[in-house]
């Protein structure tokens, strides 16, 4: 019984000592392990792929009426009425708004009788004066032709007597002396009748003539314009007058455009100013239509860069097809100019790609660690780089670690998907 006590704490004691070194052993493993798993990085990665990649230039614009009218009030009158309103579809020649023009017509009434007195004036040097002064004029004419035949016919007389002795010679110089006066009287009736006005007078008869004449086209212009006519089909877009209403000149009374095309301007940083280029596809988007896309292409590059707000932009345009009238001027719109695009070539994150010396490369994870590859690059938008050399389709590459430690060539990875 003693014996048997004696073997049965020995066993006992013999079993404790194979867990403890057993505990002992997993504990070392366990640590060993844990420390071999400390130098494995967990990283995030992407696959190259092949896709259409685009390179883009992202900014804002805003919405113009490629052909535009503009009414504005020509003098200081009143709004007699209004014929269409903010939103109409117009035609050619349409009467849209009549302003007050009884001033205006009175004033074509006065210009016009200036006209008709300046072309009075202009007949009466042509003809010699007015048909009183022509009729008086002949009058003078004939009683001087008279005058000086009888002075004639006396002088003829009195030389005759004088030959015979009947005559003195007195007589016969009076007689003289009465037919010069008379032959100046004719030749200074004639020259009247010949150069009537001086050169200064005709221009300045000529001068009133052509002022009485653009008086009178500036007077019918005026009011030519308080009758607003269309000028083309279009429609009317703003309107910001009521009927009634008092205006001054040169006050807006009406807008309208031809909107089946409208013109996008938008503006572009200085930096990406050197990008464009005419033909570029241009997507415009505008808030108020989410999901709506209208295209069109560069057709101007930027001359010269300005300040615009905080911002240095350059402006180019484009014309966008607009034939259901959804874009309205003076919108502000979302533009997109596609600078670059290339379709089926082999793509990766940004994140991807990294920079030594100005050279890219990439950490492709191979078997669970990485390897530095040296890639060539082409163009890139805010997500993805095209590349062009150094990687195959399919490769896995390393973005960046979920720790935060450094990658470095060879390092021990795990993908955290």
Known sequence: MASTAVNSRFRARNRWLVWSVAIVAAVVLLAAFMSLRSDVVPVS???AVRSTIRSVISTNGKVEPVQNFEAHAPIATTVRKLLVKEGDHVKKGQLLVQLNDAEARDQVARALAQVKAAQADSSAIEKGGTREEVLTLESLLVKARANRDTAQRNLEALQRLQQQGAAAPGEVKAAQDQLQHADADLKLLNQKQKDRYSKPEVARVDAQQAQAQAAYAAAGDTLNQL???????????????????YVNPGDLVLQEADLSKVLVRAFVDEPDVGRLAPGQEIE???DALPGRVWNGTVNTIPAVVKLRGTRNV???????????????????????????EHKGVLTVPREAIRQSDSKAYVFQIVDDQLQHRDVQTSISNLTQVEVVSGLSENAQVALTSINSKPLRNGLAVKVVR
């Not at 402006?315 to 670059?340: M, R, S, Y």
């Open 45 to 47: 990665a992407a696959v």
């Open 227 to 245: 009758q607003i006519r269309a000028p083309f089909d279009g429609v009317v877009y703003s309107l910001p007058v009521r009927k009634g209403a």
């Open 284 to 286: 415009v988007i505008w």
């Open 314 to 340: 350059g402006e180019t345009t484009c014309v966008v097809d607009n034939h259901d009238f959804k874009l309205l001027p003076n919108v502000n719109v979302g533009v997109t100019i596609i600078t670059a």
